[in-house]
């Protein structure tokens, strides 16, 4: 029964990657050209591209012009924070988001774990995608081009994907977290596991509807070897939905992160600034000061908001359904 809940996921994802599988129009614009054209005109892909531009900004530059340093316990040593007795000062001229519980700055703090939050999201999605990719073309390859021994090598991959695929994502991700220890690498590592079945069957799929293309055929006839048209020519013309899909794992990596983070499993070093880690640290202190878990709370849900918007804008702009 889980394996066959894993199918019918997989045959969802080889649905789209088989629809985001096309060829040059007949006025030979590129689908990329055509795609990016289409983005230009979209507002949500505008909106997204520019908070995912405020975010890379502020996390590449950000913590080299941030006010105070993120684990300097400013309001501790000049007495304004007594955290044991529920007195955590507000925004000020001065620090415009407050303290924490440890007197430290909370703008300093959101800016550098800007940085955290960019690294483990990019890390982690191109674990799962380095490889899902490896997985997803290897079975695309035989499934496509490789005979009775490629069918059976597709079909012993796929199954492996599809019992990935059956299981919750989140509880997959704990679960490799636990085992592994708490770290900011085990949970790149964990969130880079579960997003690899979905890059395997993407890329499989529309290698699979490649393969049925007549420049395969016309390849073929000439004698050109079934490696290097699978590499050269499949793989390249394959990658529009692997592409699309890496910007959605993007918003979801990090929203799987803060929770990895907030359960316990991720930095155990709460000095190092990270979104998710200051979502947890600031769960004992809501009553007093319940803006502590907002921002980066907030911050989470814009960042995420922005990849999404892009990466759907991106789905719309590369579905042959939509182009004209």
Do not use: C
Request: cysteine-free.
């Amino acid at each position: 029964m889980t394996v066959n809940l894993g199918r019918k996921k997989g045959e969802k994802i080889d649905r789209l990657a088989e629809l985001a599988a096309v060829r040059d129009d007949e006025r030979g614009v590129s689908l990329w050209q055509e795609a990016f054209r289409r983005l230009r005109r979209n507002p949500a892909a505008i909106i997204g591209a520019v908070i995912l531009a405020i975010f890379v900004l502020v996390a590449l530059v950000g913590p080299f012009f941030v006010p105070y340093g993120p684990t300097d316990s400013i309001g501790i040593r000049e007495g304004l924070v007594r955290s044991g007795q529920g007195i955590i000062p507000g925004a000020s001229s001065e620090h415009w988001f407050g303290y924490d519980h440890q007197g430290r700055d909370v703008f300093s703090r959101m800016v550098v774990g800007a940085r955290q939050t960019l690294l483990v999201g990019v890390v982690s999605t191109l674990i799962g995608l380095a490889v899902g990719a490896l997985i997803g073309g290897v079975a695309g390859a035989a499934a496509g081009l490789g005979g009775r021994w490629g069918r059976w090598i597709d079909s012993t991959l796929m199954r492996f994907i599809d019992m990935l695929l059956a299981l919750p994502s989140l509880l997959l991700a704990v679960s490799i977290a636990a085992l592994l220890g708490a770290s900011l690498t085990t949970v790149m590592i964990a969130v880079g596991v579960v997003s690899v079945p979905v890059f395997a069957r993407l890329l499989r799929g529309s290698m699979i509807s490649q393969a049925n293309s007549d420049y395969v055929l016309a390849a073929t006839s000439l004698g050109v070897k079934k490696s290097k048209i699978a590499l050269t020519h499949v793989v390249p013309n394959s990658l529009a939905p692997v592409i699309v899909q890496a910007t959605l794992t993007l918003a979801t990596a990090i929203i799987e992160a803060a929770a990895l983070s907030f359960l316990g499993l991720g930095n155990p070093d709460s000095s190092v600034p990270e979104w998710g880690v200051m979502l947890a640290d600031a769960q004992p202190y809501l009553g007093i000061r319940p803006a502590l878990a907002i921002y980066p709370a907030v911050a989470i849900i814009i960042t995420a908001l922005g990849f999404t918007l892009l990466g759907e804008a991106m789905r719309e702009a590369l579905d042959p359904k939509l182009r004209k």
